[in-house]
C-alpha cells in the first residue's frame, strides 16, 4: 500500500475540508452545509439533500487534454462519491437543508475514486456533519497473478480485474463496491479478503 498523508481545514471558506494522497495521488475536498437548499423543487421534507461534484484538474495528469466539465466520467464519479456518501451522513437529522462536497483531483497516479473518497468522508467530519461512521476506502486488483493494494496508474492500466471498496469499519459494512473488469468474480473472495485486512 502506498504512503498515505491528510490534512483537514485547507479551504478557509468552506464548512469542512481536507487534502488526502495515496501515493502520488493528491485530492482535495470542500464541503459546504447543511445550508438552505438552493433550488426549492430539490428540497426533502424529511432529509438532506446531499450533492457532489467531481473534477480533474487540467495539470492531474500528463495528457494535456482540456477535459470538459461534466463529462461521463466526471458524472459518474460524483455519482459514486454522493451515494458513498449518503449511506455515512446521518441526513435525517437535517431536513430540508443541503449539503455540497465538491471533490477535485489535483494529481492522478491511480486510485482517485478511493482518495476522492476519503478526502470527502474528512472534509464531511472537518463540517461537523453526523456520519454513521467515516468511510474508508482503497483499490485492489490482479498484476500477473499478484493481489496488490490501492493501484497506482501503472498497474492499474495492465489490464487485470480490479475492485473499487468503500466500507464503514466500525459498523462492518460496504458501502462502494465497484467492479471495473469483468474477471472479477474469480477473484471476488480475495479482494475482500485484502481490503477487510488494510483497512482495519
Known amino acids: 500500500m502506498r504512503q498515505l498523508r491528510a490534512q483537514i481545514g485547507n479551504v478557509a471558506k468552506a464548512d469542512g475540508s481536507s ?4 501515493g502520488n ?6 464541503v459546504y452545509g447543511p445550508r438552505e437548499v438552493q ?9 438532506a439533500l446531499v450533492r457532489c461534484e467531481y473534477s480533474m484538474a ?10 470538459l466539465k461534466g463529462d461521463r466520467r466526471s ?15 446521518l441526513t435525517h437529522l437535517m431536513p430540508r437543508s443541503q449539503i455540497d462536497i465538491f471533490v477535485q483531483v489535483l494529481q492522478a497516479d491511480g486510485g482517485t475514486r478511493s482518495a476522492c473518497i476519503n478526502a470527502a468522508t474528512l472534509a464531511l467530519a472537518d463540517a461537523g456533519i453526523p456520519m454513521r461512521d467515516i468511510v ?17 496508474y501503472t498497474e492499474d492500466s495492465a489490464g487485470g480485474p480490479d475492485v473499487t471498496l468503500g466500507i464503514l469499519p466500525k459498523l462492518d459494512k460496504v458501502t462502494l463496491l465497484q467492479v471495473l ?10 479482494f475482500v ?8
Open 19 to 22: 487534502v488526502f494522497e495515496m
Open 25 to 30: 495521488t493528491k485530492v482535495i475536498a470542500a
Open 39 to 47: 433550488n426549492k423543487s430539490q428540497q426533502i421534507s424529511d432529509q
Open 58 to 67: 487540467n495539470f492531474s495528469t500528463g495528457d494535456r487534454m482540456r477535459k
Open 75 to 89: 458524472t459518474e464519479i460524483s455519482l459514486v462519491i454522493r451515494q458513498t456518501m449518503e449511506a455515512c451522513i
Open 136 to 152: 474508508t476506502s482503497c483499490s485492489a486488483g490482479y498484476l500477473n497473478s499478484t493481489p496488490l493494494l490501492d493501484l497506482n
Open 181 to 190: 473488469n469483468d474477471h472479477f468474480l474469480i477473484y471476488f473472495s480475495l
Open 193 to 200: 479478503v485484502v481490503c477487510d485486512k488494510e483497512s482495519k
